[in-house]
């Protein structure tokens, strides 16, 4: 019986450009750009040995690479096998790399701080705790980036930080040099100090400390081209809100309440440090804004009503300049189930009451990026907001 043959052979040019389809998970970039791809081999058979550079040898996600780099070149004509080998790259390499990354920019210089950066910075703050700032932040975060929007958060309650569970991101960064690569959820970029404490132990740093952590943050981590960058910032005005409008004096700032009037005139007074750092209030959000009742659908005022407005009209006042509410987010229990669970409510329930006011808050957001991005284009933004 004749043995079937194989009718051409593959190229290293179709291998190659094949190749070029493969993402590295934590930088997302193409791996040939980044000179990840240490050979080439083809068999007369079509089978097809390819060798990667991982950045580091313990790399979190050498199993992921080797999936796609297989599922890659299989859908090559004519390709009969894949085989791939794994290596590690030299510390020669890792510092090329980082050098490309950061396109020749001095190291520490934060990206998001520079003249004609088009990532938009936005601070969510509170006056107490408890409000649901960080359910907010990953939510928003999570809504943006399903709009397509390349997003990124900065867990900045270092004392009190908790995206990393609430965005279900629970790997940790990879080293390159002395640049850090996030992990990522949802298509959200992530960095935490939690990343980097053992178990849940506490933080106990003063605030010289705190402002380094930020400041390595925003400056050693490799973030990419963002279009939106979120800081979930601790309650209140102390250091880390001082450090970041020290470090992005272009940092905007999202106020988040509840309802109620002791909560309101809290939060009234940490929005109002914006006049003594010169940093924009682009709007009050008030979560927790009543509750449907499960039984007639009526909204349930469990946190009395007016809280919103009462900070928005009093920073209206406060700086000068007009401060609107962005919406209100009901109490939804699924958006605490989500917070729990890893899966934030816009995304496993967008229909849900909260989900839907979250989306909208986020499409007023995403359209002041798109008329940012639009006016450097020369274009026109659609509306003003």
């Known amino acids: 019986m004749a043995t079937e043959t194989q009718d051409f052979t593959p190229t290293e040019d179709a ?4 190749l070029a389809t493969v993402d590295d998970p934590e930088i997302h970039r193409p791996i040939t750009d980044l000179g990840m791809v240490k050979s080439i081999a083809i068999s007369p058979d079509g089978a097809v040995d390819v060798g990667v550079y991982l950045t580091v040898s313990g790399c979190p996600l050498r199993d992921t690479i080797t999936s796609r780099v297989t599922e890659a070149v299989r859908r090559v004509p004519g390709v009969t096998g894949v085989s791939v080998e794994l290596d590690v790259m030299s510390d020669e390499q890792r510092r090329e790399l ?6 020749g920019k001095a190291e520490r210089e934060i990206p998001f701080a520079q003249p004609g950066s088009l990532t938009r910075v936005y601070c969510v703050a509170s006056g107490k705790g408890g409000v649901g700032k960080s359910s907010v932040t990953v939510n928003l975060a999570a809504a943006l980036a399903a709009q397509g929007l390349k997003v990124g958060v900065v867990d900045a309650d270092i004392y009190g930080h908790s995206v990393p569970r609430m965005l279900g991101a629970d790997g940790r960064p990879t080293q390159v040099e002395d640049m850090i690569m996030p992990p990522s959820s949802f298509g959200v970029k992530v960095i935490s100090i939690g990343m980097f404490t053992p178990g849940n132990s506490p933080v106990v740093w003063r605030g010289p400390m705190l402002h380094r952590a930020l400041q390595q943050f925003l400056a050693d981590v490799y973030w990419g081209d963002l ?3 979120l800081l979930d910032l601790p309650p ?12 992005i004096p272009n940092a905007e700032i999202l106020v988040v309440t509840t309802p109620q009037q002791a909560a309101a005139e809290v939060a009234e007074r940490a929005g109002s440090i914006a006049v003594q750092t010169h940093q924009k209030i682009v709007g009050v959000i008030e979560n927790m804004s009543g509750m449907p009742c499960p039984h007639c659908d009526e909204m349930v005022d469990v946190f009395g009503t007016g809280g919103g407005k009462q900070v928005a009209e009093g920073l209206t006042r406060t700086t000068g300049a007009e401060v609107p509410v962005l919406g209100g987010i009901p109490i939804d229990i ?13 995304l496993s329930d967008p229909d849900s ?3 839907a006011a979250l989306h909208k808050i986020a499409s007023k ?4 990026q798109r008329g940012l991005s639009g006016m450097s284009l020369g274009l026109t933004p659609s509306n003003k907001f």
């Open 98 to 103: 980082a050098a490309s990354l950061r396109g």
């Open 15 to 18: 291998v190659r450009e094949a």
């Open 227 to 229: 279009d939106v960058l």
């Open 365 to 368: 957001l995403g359209e002041r």
């Open 334 to 346: 699924r958006m605490r189930e989500g917070g729990d669970e890893g899966k934030p409510v816009v």
């Open 353 to 355: 009451p909260a989900g």
């Open 236 to 247: 209140g005005t102390g250091d880390i809100a001082i450090s970041v409008a020290q470090l």
